[in-house]
């Protein structure tokens, strides 16, 4: 038997993955450099919305077909894919010069999501979202609708000392 570099494991890993009528998992088995941005890692890719609600929409999709992040484990290996998801979605609202004060990241909480499939929201500049979005559909305030990423890493215990805990995003079990 000959031995896997790390990179080749995981591939193979996603692979089995993957669900073939999620049209996440496609849109990440198609590797498409028009729709997939950078930065990407072989733990996430990063697509634009394509039902925007504010001039900078990405998603951050995972490259492991996860439900949603309310699946997520209280384990190492899902504390650092969430992690990494969320420097991803920093490091692109900053490449497309997005005021990191004026942003929105967090996951729709189940059951008030439309594809089962974990995605990462980062969306800029929140204060151009319609009143709808930004108070109900993307609100981490509006409990069980949208919660926010400091939220999902506190839930799964990886929560440091440089995040912030919204006061609004408590008690969504």
Same mark, same amino acid.
């Given at each position: ?25 496609n =849109? ?6 028009? /729709?997939?941005?950078?930065?990407? %890692?072989?733990?996430? =890719? ?9 001039? &900078?929409?990405?998603?951050?999709? #995972?490259?492991?077909? /996860?439900? !949603? #992040?309310?699946?997520?484990?209280? @384990?190492?290996?899902?504390?650092? +894919? +969430?992690?990494?998801? =969320?420097?991803?979605?920093k490091?692109i +609202?900053?490449? @497309?010069?997005?005021?990191? @004060?004026?942003?929105? $990241?967090?996951? &729709?909480?189940?059951?008030? *999501? #439309? /594809?089962?499939? $974990? &995605?990462? &929201?980062?969306? !800029?500049?929140?204060? %151009? ?11 981490? !305030?509006?409990? *069980? ?5 400091? *939220? ?11 995040e912030?805990? %919204?006061?609004?995003?408590? @008690?969504?079990?």
């Amino acid at each position: 038997m000959t031995e896997e570099s790390p990179v080749n494991m995981n591939i193979v890993e996603t692979t089995k993955t993957r669900v073939k009528n999620c049209i996440f998992c496609n =849109v990440i088995a198609a590797n498409d450099p028009n /729709i997939i941005l950078e930065p990407r %890692s072989d733990q996430f =890719v990063i697509i634009k919305d394509i039902k925007p609600v504010a001039t &900078h929409h990405f998603l951050v999709l #995972s490259d492991k077909h /996860i439900k !949603s #992040s309310k699946s997520l484990q209280p @384990n190492e290996q899902d504390c650092n +894919l +969430l992690k990494s998801m =969320v420097a991803a979605a920093k490091q692109i +609202l900053l490449n @497309n010069g997005c005021d990191l @004060n004026d942003m929105r $990241m967090g996951f &729709h909480w189940p059951p008030f *999501y #439309s /594809i089962g499939h $974990m &995605h990462l &929201h980062a969306i !800029s500049p929140a204060s %151009s979202m319609s009143a709808f979005n930004r108070f109900v559909a993307f609100n981490p !305030s509006f409990s *069980y609708v949208f919660v926010d990423v400091n *939220y999902v890493l506190k839930r799964i215990g990886c929560k440091d000392e440089n995040e912030t805990e %919204s006061p609004s995003s408590v @008690n969504k079990q």
